[in-house]
């Protein structure tokens, strides 16, 4: 059988988030150990990453450097796609300007580009491999163009990777998401997706797969990440496809590396920021947008330039991490 082994949302970083009060980098590094460990028990073929490989586009080269050093013990490919924090202003157009563009020069991982299909073959099966970066209308345009994809090459399988805010239950208005269950369109046998780090439980339908076992990072402090066990995913294809959701022993329990003192005040602050939206909105013309796209529209009728708008946008999104809202300026 071909075996592939899948995860998402590492944020690779080498400072730890407000709310972790282990050493976050130490930790990491554990959790990448394991996966290596994985991969050479199980023998994958590849190894597959869903998206946020680095907490930001800019990250230091030192960090850089020993987390390389990390991955390139794995001697198999590393095929990966950008996710909103590897790149600048939710403009995928700028990955080449990014530390993970400069890891796929290097040839430390493989990084997909939209509409680009590969062909893995080998043990007697063929497999498209897809992905879909993050980019600023994802999860608000019709999910086909995001998240669907053809068997454009005659392979055995089909699999897509996409780093979106496809969940299982219903986020909050004006949070930009879209619903698992409607994403059975399109021919990939596999869907791998991730940005939303709770994750979800297996879905299968008819033999086909959408997938997400969650980030490998725990970077808020929200009750579900405490309570969240980091996992990856070993997938098989032979006559069939077999998806096993493999938790990683190494990581600690949530209680014990997030900080909960900030529970109370990130409840708070999320409260008076949504009463505060719920404002804008009430205000007209704005009615039933986000905050980044009211900063978006504010920047069309006021000209406001590109850096500006990108700074705000920026600051939208340090503010949503640190309250640990998982929607489109965080996670």
């Not at 980098?25 to 150990?33: G, I, Q």
Request: charged content about 30%; hydrophobic content about 40%.
């Amino acid at each position: 059988m071909f075996h592939l082994l899948y995860v998402t949302d590492t944020h690779i970083r080498g400072t730890a988030p407000r709310s972790r009060i282990d050493d976050f980098a130490s930790s990491l590094r554990d959790k990448l150990e394991e996966v290596i460990e994985t991969a050479v028990k199980e023998k994958v073929d590849a190894v597959l990453h869903g998206g946020d490989l680095f907490d930001r586009p800019d990250i230091s080269p030192a960090v850089v450097r020993e987390f390389a050093a990390l991955l390139r013990r794995l001697d198999v490919p590393i095929y990966t796609i950008a996710g909103n924090h590897d790149i600048y202003g939710h403009n995928p157009g700028t990955v080449d300007r990014s530390m993970l563009g400069l890891l796929d020069a290097f040839g430390t991982v493989r990084l997909l580009r939209p509409k680009e299909r590969l062909l893995l073959k080998g043990k007697g099966v063929t497999i498209q491999l897809s992905g879909q970066p993050f980019h600023y209308d994802l999860d608000k345009r019709d999910p086909e163009l995001d998240y669907t994809v053809k068997n454009e090459t005659g392979a055995d399988y089909c699999i897509h990777m996409v780093h979106g805010m496809a969940v299982d239950r219903a986020l909050p208005e004006g949070v930009p998401h879209t619903m698992v269950h409607s994403l059975w369109a399109g021919e990939a046998d596999v869907l791998l997706t991730g940005h939303y780090h709770a994750g979800f439980p297996l879905q299968k339908k008819d033999g086909r797969y959408i997938v997400n076992p969650g980030a490998l990072a725990r970077i808020n402090n929200h009750p579900s990440e405490m309570k969240r066990k980091p996992q990856v995913a070993l997938l098989k294809f032979g006559q069939d496809i077999q998806v096993e959701i493999r938790p990683l022993r190494c990581a600690a329990p949530g209680e014990t590396v997030l900080d909960r003192s900030y529970l109370e005040e990130a409840a708070y602050r999320e409260e008076k920021m949504a009463s505060f939206v719920q404002e804008v909105r009430a205000a007209g013309e704005f009615r039933g947008m986000g905050a980044p796209d009211i900063v978006e529209e504010i920047a069309r009728l006021e000209g406001v330039d590109d850096d500006v708008k990108v700074e705000a946008l920026r600051r939208i999104a340090v503010v949503q991490e640190r309250l640990g809202w998982e929607w489109e300026g965080g996670r």
